[in-house]
T-cell receptor
Framework: QKEVEQNSGPLSVPEGAIASLNCTYSDRGSQSFFWYRQYSGKSPELIMFIYSNGDKEDGRFTAQLNKASQYVSLLIRDSQPSDSATYLCAALRGSQGNLIFGKGTKLSVKP | DAGITQSPRYKITETGRQVTLMCHQTWSHSYMFWYRQDLGHGLRLIYYSAAADITDKGEVPDGYVVSRSKTENFPLTLESATRSQTSVYFC??????????????FGPGTRLLVL
């Protein structure tokens, strides 16, 4: 079982809708969780990090963490075509300090 | 502010050749990482370094060598390239162990093709 699991998608939503991206992790020792956005042919760029249970909002993005269920999610409100990308969920492995990535969910926002 | 750079951006080589991918960061970050990204596998850690002269293996280290004589540089060497090492390689850095809780900065990547 991979340590960080994501639905590969593609997830297609209409412009203006809410996109919901989900991620589960297996290592209960994971300390922080990250959402990166990656456009085709580009490097990952950080959208948000979260390490406390609950919600964290930043503009149109809301990250949610439930450590009991080992579940992380990202909501994108008012989705725009420019949000079309692959979204990578990652967990921080505390012992090494490196990130364990999921395989990514491809999001397509249709005009 | 150059940030984190990688060179070359694209490389074609042949099986058996030695290849070195360079990573340079201008922030004096302590932590540096090398990841490879492949279809179907996502990003996987090859090696990481917590400081100059301190390196350690990640998930997929076989066939790779790293060094870190200076804080700002973290080269990755493929000693004898194989076709399975065809991939996109990303270097990343973070200021400190505490800052790892919040982010890692990624370089632009190197696309490597081994024929």
């Amino acid at each position: 079982q991979k340590e960080v699991e994501q639905n590969s998608g593609p997830l297609s939503v209409p412009e203006g809708a809410i996109a919901s991206l989900n991620c589960t992790y297996s290592d209960r020792g994971s300390q922080s969780f990250f959402w990166y956005r990656q456009y085709s042919g580009k490097s990952p760029e950080l959208i948000m990090f979260i390490y406390s249970n609950g919600d964290k909002e930043d503009g149109r993005f809301t990250a949610q963490l439930n450590k009991a269920s080992q579940y992380v999610s990202l909501l994108i409100r008012d989705s725009q075509p420019s949000d079309s990308a692959t979204y990578l969920c990652a967990a921080l492995r505390g012992s090494q300090g490196n990130l364990i990535f999921g395989k990514g969910t491809k999001l397509s926002v249709k005009p | 502010d150059a940030g984190i750079t990688q060179s070359p951006r694209y490389k074609i080589t042949e099986t058996g050749r030695q290849v070195t991918l360079m990573c340079h960061q201008t922030w004096s970050h302590s932590y540096m990482f090398w990841y490879r990204q492949d279809l179907g596998h996502g990003l996987r850690l090859i090696y990481y370094s917590a400081a100059a002269d301190i390196t350690d293996k990640g998930e997929v280290p076989d066939g790779y060598v790293v060094s870190r004589s200076k804080t700002e540089n973290f080269p990755l060497t493929l000693e004898s390239a194989t076709r399975s090492q065809t991939s996109v390689y990303f270097c990343a850095s973070s200021e400190s162990f505490r800052r790892l809780q919040e982010t890692q900065y990624f370089g632009p990547g190197t696309r490597l093709l081994v024929l």
